[in-house]
């Protein structure tokens, strides 16, 4: 971003002005040949793969564009949006990745904010903690869903444990296969995977407020509250935001988790917009139509992230 | 005794801080006992999923109402990953995931380091644009291209080695380089590298301009040898979304030696589903992954907290 350093002074004072200034030019010359030869992989690369793919998604979302096909693509105008807005799953798969986020984003913050609190203190034990906590991070999603696919059965450990922990009083329900238990389950399964990871990001925020604050306010004898309320609160605006963000794209993402463990149902009701692009896209190859859910789905992210970060600018 | 009592009224910091310290032992103590509390809600799935994978299926079912669920006690075996090797051909698997892996992490390493080079250091014309669009290609998440990028591959042209020779097809589903190739270059890791870059004194390639080296040469032995956190940063970053990949090796190889470890996982559900080799082909490609992180715990820590300047 910063312009380059102006040659140094130095090598300036003894050479005569024309000759520095054909030097100059050529050495920018062969500089800016050699720093757009480094640039180039890299920018080819993203060229081809993000921004071709994106340009497509809008070509593609107004054909009827099919994965493998004999016939060239034609255009068929607004039909694939007009198809969008009569599709009940599709709104059902809006409505599924709507009340995952909603759940997902304030649960998930929390509980990675409480958990970084208690990791930041310089206790005995901290980096055996911090381990325990992000390792669920590192373990795939795929086989998470399997280890929870496993865990979640009418007689799987999590009815046992239920079962144990209220002597008897509790019989859980067959969670994956009930419309009404199928998402919470998803959700409570995707929290327990996800947290560490924002964990780690609350933490690096705190870390950057200032330990003189803390040490003022234990001067005053402020309470545990009023620390939080006055200095770690504040002091975590940035964090703050960044976190709403990336959760909430994370959980309108929602599809590994999906694909694993119930493929959309019981009934729909774990279905997912990412889910269906993939079921329409993929399984029944009709690329135009899943380019159009894709960029419902992008705007859809573009809007909630721009919103964000108008909603947390202005509270600062 | 007194003398104490005396202290104590005397210096009111002295007052404050054994207050204090009273204070801090008994919040510890809940504390303490929520970050155990925490602990086991986030080890008792990993740790079931692994001594299950010792254990026939009867077994898992028979232990689950006591705490032998999560002991390796009874009919202990490495019967269930002889078992899985048998079901799918999990070694070639893994030796793709690591190939695909660490291809994706060496050439996303080189690739992103030297733009974030040229754009950190060098004189180019609209470097500062370039900068500005590949930062904004990081709103855009990747399941929104995935299924224009299918269709997108499938019409680039591709050469394949046969016994006929070599020839050009169309269409990069269904090979290695569909796997590696597109996420090479990576908005996040150039971000990471320029910042990391901009942190070093320019100071240093100036002397090394002045003894005469080339640009690639600054890169290569001023710049790179300097940068080994960023070069840690962005070699996990690459490679754990690397050897997770699900989503794009399901649509875009069906041919079964190709295929990454995630992707295994289907082979499972399609005749008799036996628990325990499912929990053992879990472990087993899940245990790399855990065994990097153990190693290299600070590295991982830091790497994730540097993800958080991201947007």
Redesign the interface.
């Known amino acids: 971003?910063?312009?380059?350093?102006v040659r140094?002074p130095a090598?300036a004072v003894s050479v005569p002005t024309r000759t520095r200034n054909v030097k100059r030019d050529r050495t920018?010359k062969s500089?800016?040949r050699?720093?757009?030869a480094?640039?180039a992989?890299?920018?080819?690369?993203?060229a081809?793969?993000?921004?071709?793919?994106?340009i497509?998604?809008f070509g593609?979302a107004f054909t009827n564009?099919r994965?493998?096909s004999p016939y060239p693509a034609t255009f068929v105008g607004f039909n694939n949006f007009a198809r969008l807005l009569t599709d009940p799953t599709f709104f059902r798969a809006l409505l599924n990745v709507g009340y995952f986020a909603l759940v997902v984003v304030p649960m998930q913050a929390g509980l990675a904010l409480v958990?970084a609190i208690?990791i930041n203190?310089q206790?005995k034990?901290t980096?055996?903690?911090?381990?325990?906590?992000?390792?669920?991070?590192?373990?795939?999603?795929?086989?998470v869903s399997?280890?929870?696919l496993?865990?979640y059965r009418q007689?799987?450990?999590i009815n046992?444990i239920l079962d144990?922990v209220t002597f008897g009083l509790v019989t859980g329900p067959d969670w994956l296969n009930d419309t009404s238990t199928s998402m919470p389950a998803i959700i409570l399964m995707s929290v327990?995977q996800g947290v560490?990871?924002h964990m780690?990001?609350w933490?690096?925020?705190l870390q950057t407020i200032p330990a003189d604050l803390y040490e003022a306010a234990?001067?005053d004898?402020v309470s545990?509250w009023q620390r939080f309320r006055y200095i770690t609160w504040p002091g975590l605006s940035a964090?703050r935001s960044?976190i709403l963000?990336?959760i909430t794209?994370q959980a309108?993402?929602l599809?590994?988790q999906i694909?694993?463990m119930t493929q959309g149902g019981p009934l729909n009701s774990t279905t997912t917009v990412?889910y269906e692009?993939?079921e329409s896209?993929?399984a029944q190859q009709e690329?135009g139509y899943?380019?159009a859910?894709?960029?419902v789905?992008?705007i859809i992210?573009?809007l909630i992230?721009v919103a964000q970060r108008f909603l947390s600018r202005e509270k600062i | 005794m007194a003398i104490a009592e005396v202290a104590t009224a005397v210096t009111p910091h002295a007052v404050?801080g054994r207050s204090?310290t009273k204070k801090k032992r008994s919040?510890?103590l809940g504390?303490?006992l929520?970050?155990v509390g925490?602990?086991v809600?986030?080890?008792f799935?990993?740790l079931?999923?692994f001594v299950?994978s010792l254990k026939p299926d009867q077994q898992i079912?028979g232990d689950?109402?006591s705490i032998a669920?999560f002991l390796p006690v009874g009919n202990i075996s490495m019967d269930n990953y002889a078992a899985v090797f048998d079901r799918v051909p999990a070694a070639r698997f893994l030796v793709n995931s690591i190939g695909i892996s660490a291809i994706t992490v060496i050439a996303g390493i080189l690739?992103?380091s030297?733009?974030a080079?040229?754009?950190s250091?060098?004189?180019?014309?609209g470097?500062?644009v370039?900068?500005t669009l590949?930062i904004a290609?990081l709103?855009?998440?990747f399941?929104?291209?995935?299924?224009?990028?299918?269709?997108?591959v499938?019409q680039l042209p591709s050469f394949e080695l046969s016994e006929l020779g070599f020839y050009f097809t169309t269409g990069w589903i269904d090979t290695y380089h569909v796997q590696i190739?597109?996420?090479?270059?990576n908005?996040f890791s150039?971000y990471l590298f320029h910042q990391y870059f901009?942190s070093i004194p320019?100071e240093l390639d100036?002397a090394a301009r002045?003894d005469g080296a080339?640009?690639?040469r600054i890169?290569r032995q001023v710049i790179m040898p300097l940068s080994g956190p960023a070069i840690a940063t962005v070699a996990i970053l690459t490679f754990?979304p690397a050897?997770?990949s699900?989503?794009w090796p399901?649509?875009v190889v069906q041919t079964e030696e190709l295929r990454p470890v995630?992707v295994g996982?289907q082979y499972f559900f399609q005749l008799n589903v036996s628990?325990g080799e499912?929990?053992a082909y879990?472990t087993l490609?899940?245990l790399p992954?855990?065994a990097l992180?153990?190693a290299f715990?600070r590295s991982?820590?830091n790497s994730?907290?540097?993800?958080?300047v991201?947007?």
């Open positions: 971003m910063t312009p380059t350093i140094p090598t920018s500089e800016e050699a720093g757009l480094m640039l992989p890299a920018v080819i690369l993203l081809l793969f993000i921004f071709v793919p994106a497509l998604a593609l564009a994965l493998i958990m208690l203190k206790v034990g980096t055996f903690f911090r381990t325990v906590y992000f390792l669920p991070v590192v373990t795939s999603m795929v086989v399997l280890l929870w496993f865990m007689d799987g450990l046992v144990r327990w560490g990871f780690i990001i933490l690096s925020g234990d001067l004898g545990r964090t960044l963000v990336t794209i309108l993402s599809f590994t694909s694993v990412v692009a993939v896209g993929f690329t899943a380019s859910i894709s960029l789905f992008f992210v573009l992230s | 404050l204090t919040l510890d504390g303490w929520l970050r925490l602990a809600l986030f080890l799935p990993i079931f999923m299950s079912f689950l109402s669920a690739v992103n030297l733009a080079f040229a754009l250091r060098m004189r180019v014309r470097k500062s370039i900068l590949i290609t709103i855009v998440p399941e929104t291209l995935a299924l224009p990028l299918v269709w997108w499938n190739i597109p996420f090479i270059a908005a150039i901009e320019k100036e002045m080339g640009w690639f890169y754990l050897w997770n699900y989503l399901l649509m995630m996982v628990w499912v929990m879990s490609i899940t992954v855990v992180f153990i715990q991982f820590v994730i907290a540097s993800s958080g991201k947007g």
